[in-house]
Structures are given as C-alpha cells and as structure tokens.
C-alpha cells in the first residue's frame, strides 16, 4: 500500500505571497491532518478534514486554511507568507471516523520564506 | 487546555542499559495517548499507543491517570533505538486532532 505523499518537497518563496502545498493519503483513508514543524514550536496541529469537511482547528491564524477533495487529497493554503511561515509541513492520513486511528505521516514540505 | 510536557530534550546513554522518556499531560477528560518515533531520514511514525497496551520493539508506557504520565520505558537499550521521540495526546470522541510533546532526542552509544 502506498504511503502519504506530499508534493512539492520543498519550496522556496517570497514575504506576501501564497502557496498551495498538497497531500495524498493513503487509499481508504478519510482523514487528513496538518501539522506544522519548526524547531522553537515543535509540531503542532493546523487543521484536520474529514470526508471533505473541516472537523478541527488549530490556533493558527485565517491566512492558513484547506480543503478536502472527495477522492480525500487535500491541499493547505497559506496566504500573504511572513517569514515565520517557514517550517515542515506534514501531512496524515488516518482512517478516521469516531476513534483516534493511527496517523500516518508523510515525508513534509519544506517551506521557505525569504 | 490541552497540553503534552516532555521535560527532557535529550538522552544519552549506552547499549544495554534501561532508558525512561518521561511524557506529562493536561486534559480535562479521558485522553488517548501516543508515542511517535523519527528515525534519521525516516518519517514520523507511530511507536506504540496506551490502549493497545502492547510492547513494541521492547518498549511499553503504562498510563498513569493519577500523575497525568505516559512515560516510555525499555529495560535495555539498542543502538536503532537512537531517534527523536513524541509523545502526544488525543481527545476523546474521535478526534484526530492530536497535541504533540516537543520531543526528545534519544541517542544509544555502543
């Protein structure tokens, strides 16, 4: 079975412009979380979907924000990008549902923001 | 609110010996809890998770209710068990939503 896996790997991009990261779960799977990674605030959850509806919500600000397909891809929207926007970003696929499956993860988007 | 606390950033130690990593929580309910694994160059994954109550790779975490622990224990240490270390916790009810420790980094010494 395929893995998660998120393109692009990394990216490099301006202050003030926006980026659109995507993950692909694994087949079956109809949840997908965020998270972000940077070394001061280690990993901490943006938002999760789940069969194309955002279920939960981390403290980040509006400018980040998602979408679910309904083939379960999703893709993360950061808008207007300042420089703490730098970090990893992973995505998991879990299958979801009214228990806390195992997440799967995948390898990350390294952003950066010059 | 809830919170995952690892006190220590890193562990060193030789082959063989015992290791702990230590996992403190805050939730105002009944928790699951988790510990993810990041071997070098590999992807975060899942080590083990307090309701399967199973031992992985020698390692087991018992769920201390009363001290809001989940710490990680294996009585003797291999050298591919050096890799970062997570715990995290999820609510109850289904959610995927899953707070993260900020991790401590394990390493073993032949």
């Known amino acids: 079975k395929a893995g998660v896996t998120q393109t692009p790997r990394y990216l490099i991009k301006t202050r003030g412009q926006q980026v659109t990261l995507s993950c692909s779960p694994i087949?079956?799977?109809?949840?997908v979380s965020w998270y972000q990674q940077t070394p001061g605030q280690g990993l901490q959850f943006l938002f999760e979907?789940?069969?194309?509806?955002?279920?939960n919500k981390g403290n980040f600000p509006g400018r980040f924000s998602g979408r679910q397909f309904s083939n379960s891809r999703s893709e993360m929207n950061v808008s207007t990008l300042e420089l703490g926007d730098s970090a990893l970003y992973l995505c998991?696929?879990?299958?979801?549902?009214?228990?806390?499956?195992?997440?799967?993860f995948g390898p990350g988007t390294r952003l950066t923001v010059t | 609110a809830q919170r995952v606390t690892q006190p220590e950033k890193l562990l060193s130690v030789f082959k063989g010996a015992p290791v702990e990593l230590k996992c403190n929580y805050s939730?105002?309910?009944?928790?699951?809890l988790f510990w993810y694994v990041q071997y070098s160059r590999q992807r975060l994954q899942l080590l083990l998770r307090h309701i399967s109550r199973e031992s992985i790779k020698g390692f087991t975490a018992d769920l201390n209710k009363g001290e809001t622990s989940f710490h990680l224990k294996k009585p003797f240490a291999q050298e591919e068990d050096s890799a970062m270390y997570y715990c995290?916790?999820?609510?109850?009810?289904?959610?995927?939503?899953?707070?993260f420790g900020k991790g401590m980094k394990l390493t073993v010494n032949p």
């Open positions: 998991a696929s879990s299958l979801g549902g009214t228990v806390a499956y195992e997440q799967y």
């Open positions: 087949s079956g799977h109809r949840s």
């Open positions: 979907y789940f069969s194309e509806t955002q279920r």
């Open positions: 995290a916790l999820s609510g109850q009810g289904g959610s995927e939503k899953l707070v």
């Open positions: 939730y105002s309910g009944s928790p699951e």
